[in-house]
Each structure stands twice: as structure tokens, then as C-alpha cells.
């Protein structure tokens, strides 16, 4: 299936939408969503090997992999992936004691935290991570009587570092012209596991608020403030029933909650607040860059953050499957194939319309070699 060049990578459906599968034993090529929506047709995939693969980690991809699951199993009806929404902290965890046959991670395996070497005696080979979904990460709020919010990076950071503490302070009112808003406490909900969210969400802190972060970036929250929820899961929940509060969520999460998303201001945009839009996305992750070697596609992501298209929206992550370069056993490199490579052809059908971005032709090649180099 082709993409056009200038999509970003791998969209999904919303986190309330439970796809239905196809009988086993049906002659239809075809899945559909729970909504009625059309969902994947079948595509030749090699089918072999390990029946049951298991996979943990990030829950920033956990609707896309159920996207992928459903596609998987259109192709291959025998086989089966249980994927566990931990966060990537606990999925990388997982995937270093043998667990789980890979690991879904938002940030890629670090040098300096001695995960490659972690990986490598794991699998007794290098490890990779493939990127194979890409999402946008939305600052949503809940404050009374306040539907639109405009925030540039000093004063997101400010807010998520605890140096602004109302929401009707000065800075959040010089970039909200003719809003209401309340004088009321601001409560920062933050993500209480280790996760690829909250690393790429300080990054972007890091990156984009001149200096008014300070706290660095990293899988744990180090803004010192607030309180903690689990999962992306538990972020938007919290918000939903919490006036007064905000946080980072993945963007199928906060459309699944109805969550308000807070434009992004850059100065790219001239100080014109960017919404979060999937054509705001695309712009962020068209010019992306692999920095990694040979089949490990670790991208150089800060591009993002201080982006030079006035109209690309600068919170996105990239969210990786750490998988083995070779595996212990023939049967399991096969069925991570095989599952790899439904996710990228069938998988990517319709996923752009709650929250991720396809693949474009020009990446998806590059991750097709890689899928194939598994061994």
C-alpha cells in the first residue's frame, strides 16, 4: 500500500474503538472497526513460524498495536500477538529478560544507560529499533469555562516546572488574548513510569522554552511538581475528571476523551498559535532524519521541537520496536516478520483518522529492508 511522501509515519484509531476480527474460518479478506469503519485487506505475508508472540511497552503505540494486531491476524489467522500497555520503561525491562519477543519503546535504546549492551546479551546479536509509529503529543487541559488555549514553550515550561502556578497568570494571558482566564490553581498531572512520552516531552521543554525549562529530559517526569498517573491511559483519565489540571498525552488518547488540546506557538509560526491537526503533524515529521546505523533507524528527532515550516505543529514523538538483528530461534524471527510486516502494509489502513501519521513511501523503504534483515 503507498502513502504519499510528506505523510508522517503510522496513524491508529482512537483508544475507545475495539476492533472486531473476522471469523477464522471466513472467506472475507476483510476486517472491520467496531464503528463499521473499512479496516485491513488481507496481504501476502509468510505466515510460519511461532504461533503466540508476545510483546510489551509504550502506551502511546498501544491503540496502533491493536490496529496491527487486527491486521496480523487478517493475514496470518493462525497467529496471535498479546501485546501489555506498561509503558516503555517496563517493556524495554521486559524485552531485556526475555519475556516478551520485543519491546515497544518512545524513546530508543541508550548507549549511556547500557541498554544496547542489555539488548545485545539478550539476544546474543545488536538489537534495533524500528520506528514504526509516529504521533503527535498533545498539552491537554481542563479549565473551567476555557474551550481554546495557546502556549509557547517558556511558558509550557513554566507551567510543567511549577514557576507559573494559576492559570490566570501573565504570560498565559499574553498569549490569550480576549479568554477568560479563572484564577484558579493550576494541577500538573504527569506520567508516574518510566516513559518515552515524558522523555520526548521534555526534550521538546528542553528545546523549545529558552532556558526556562531546566530540568532536562529523560523517561521519568523531573518537573517536581503535580501528581503522578500511569499509562497514558491514566493522564487522560485524570484530566477528564479534574478541573484546573494538565498534562502530555498522546494524541489518540486525548481525542478518545474529548481532552481540550492547547495550540502550540513557535517562532516559525511568528508567534501565531499552531493547532495540532494531522496535516500539522505531517508538516513536523516530513523532514525527520535517521541517525542511527545500518538497520538500527534511531531518527534524530529534535527537528521537531524548534521547527523552520511555520506550519508544523513541534510535539511529536517517534515510537520504536526494539526488536533482535537475529534471533535464538528461527520460528520467533519469523512470526516478528511477519507481524512487522502486516503493521507496515495492511496495518497502516485508516489509522490517520484518530491520532497517527502513515508512513511515507521514502521511510517505509528503508524500514521494509530492515524488517527483511531479521533473522
Same mark, same amino acid.
Given at each position: ?17 475495539? &476492533? ?31 504461533? $503466540? ?39 524495554? =525491562? ?30 546474543? $546479536? ?13 498539552? +491537554? ?14 511558558? /509550557? /515550561? ?53 532556558? @526556562? ?24 483519565? /485524570? ?18 476523551? =474529548? ?16 493547532? &495540532? ?15 542511527? @546505523? ?46 512487522? +510486516?502486516? /503493521? +507496515? @502494509? ?30
Amino acid at each position: 500500500m503507498n502513502f504519499k511522501k510528506g505523510s508522517a509515519i503510522i496513524g491508529v484509531l482512537a483508544a475507545a474503538s475495539v &476492533l472486531t476480527l473476522s471469523a477464522c474460518g471466513s472467506d472475507d479478506n476483510t476486517t472491520t472497526t467496531a464503528d463499521g469503519g473499512a479496516a485491513a485487506a488481507k496481504v501476502n505475508v509468510d505466515c510460519g513460524g511461532k504461533k $503466540a508472540l508476545k510483546a510489551s511497552g509504550s502506551s502511546a503505540q498501544k491503540n496502533a498495536m491493536d490496529r496491527f494486531v487486527t491486521a496480523y491476524q487478517t493475514n496470518c489467522p493462525d497467529n496471535n500477538l498479546d501485546y501489555t500497555s506498561s509503558g516503555s520503561g517496563a517493556g524495554l =525491562n521486559d524485552f531485556f529478560g526475555s519475556q516478551t519477543d520485543f519491546g515497544g519503546s518512545d524513546s530508543p535504546l541508550s548507549k549511556d544507560k547500557g541498554e544496547y549492551d542489555k539488548a545485545q546479551a539478550r539476544c546474543g $546479536a545488536p538489537a534495533w529499533n524500528l520506528p514504526t509509529v509516529y504521533g503527535p503529543i498533545a498539552i +491537554t487541559f481542563n479549565v473551567p469555562g476555557v474551550d481554546k488555549l495557546a502556549l509557547d514553550g517558556p511558558t /509550557a /515550561a513554566k507551567i510543567f516546572n511549577g514557576k507559573i502556578t494559576k492559570w490566570n497568570d501573565p504570560a498565559i494571558a499574553a498569549e490569550n488574548a480576549g479568554v477568560t482566564l479563572p484564577d484558579l490553581p493550576i494541577n500538573v498531572v504527569f506520567r508516574s513510569d518510566e516513559s518515552g512520552t515524558s522523555d520526548n516531552f521534555q526534550h521538546y521543554l528542553d528545546a523549545a522554552s529558552k532556558g @526556562e525549562w531546566g530540568k532536562g529530559a529523560g523517561k521519568a517526569f523531573a518537573g517536581g511538581v503535580g501528581e503522578g498517573a500511569k499509562g497514558n491511559e491514566g493522564t487522560s483519565a /485524570a484530566i477528564a475528571r479534574t478541573p484546573g489540571s494538565v498534562t502530555y498525552n498522546e494524541w489518540s488518547f486525548a481525542k478518545a476523551q =474529548n481532552l481540550h488540546i492547547a495550540s502550540i506557538i513557535t517562532d516559525a509560526a511568528g508567534g501565531k498559535p499552531v493547532d &495540532l491537526s494531522v496535516d500539522s503533524a505531517q508538516k513536523a515529521v516530513a523532514g525527520v532524519k535517521v541517525k542511527g @546505523e545500518g538497520n538500527d533507524l534511531v531518527l534524530d528527532t529534535s527537528s521537531f521541537y524548534n521547527p523552520t515550516d511555520p506550519g508544523a505543529y513541534p510535539i511529536m514523538l517517534a515510537t520504536y520496536e526494539v526488536v533482535c538483528s537475529k534471533y535464538s530461534d528461527a520460528a520467533t524471527a519469523t512470526s516478528v516478520k511477519a507481524f512487522l +510486516t502486516s /503493521a +507496515t @502494509e495492511n496495518g497502516q489502513t485508516g489509522l490517520d483518522t484518530a491520532g497517527y501519521i502513515p508512513i511515507p513511501d521514502s521511510f517505509k523503504t528503508k524500514l521494509t529492508t530492515a524488517i527483511n534483515a531479521i533473522s
